[in-house]
């Protein structure tokens, strides 16, 4: 069974930085495109970023040039790096496989002014 694990969430002052990890077990993420989302309660659940098998990479308007996502295929782990976090970047963080569907439990990242 497939399981997404998502952690390094917290709460960061407006500028600070957060990194999410994604952590796979029962599938290997080097053969899946992978991506974060994140939702605010009452809203409808935003993509963030992706990553494909290739490694290239896409990124929300919203968030293009603060994030970075990346991957570690030996440690079977999916990143968000944020940085120059914002108020309106608060959210619970969500990561999923395209192969499958999977999605992670969400860590909340919440960034004060």
């Known amino acids: 069974q497939v399981h997404l694990v998502e952690s390094g969430g917290g709460l960061v002052q407006s500028g600070g930085s957060l990194r999410l990890s994604c952590a796979a077990s029962g599938m290997t993420i080097s053969i899946s495109t992978m991506h974060w989302y994140r939702q605010v309660p009452g809203k409808q659940r935003e993509w963030v970023a992706q990553i494909t098998t290739a490694g290239n990479t896409n990124y929300a308007n919203a968030v293009k040039g603060r994030f970075t996502i990346s991957r570690d295929n030996d440690k079977n782990t999916v990143y968000l790096q944020m940085n120059s976090l914002r108020p309106d970047d608060t959210a619970v963080y969500y990561c999923?496989?395209?192969?499958?569907?999977?999605w992670g439990q969400g860590t909340q990242v919440t960034v004060s002014s």
């Open positions: 999923r496989a395209a192969l499958g569907g999977v």
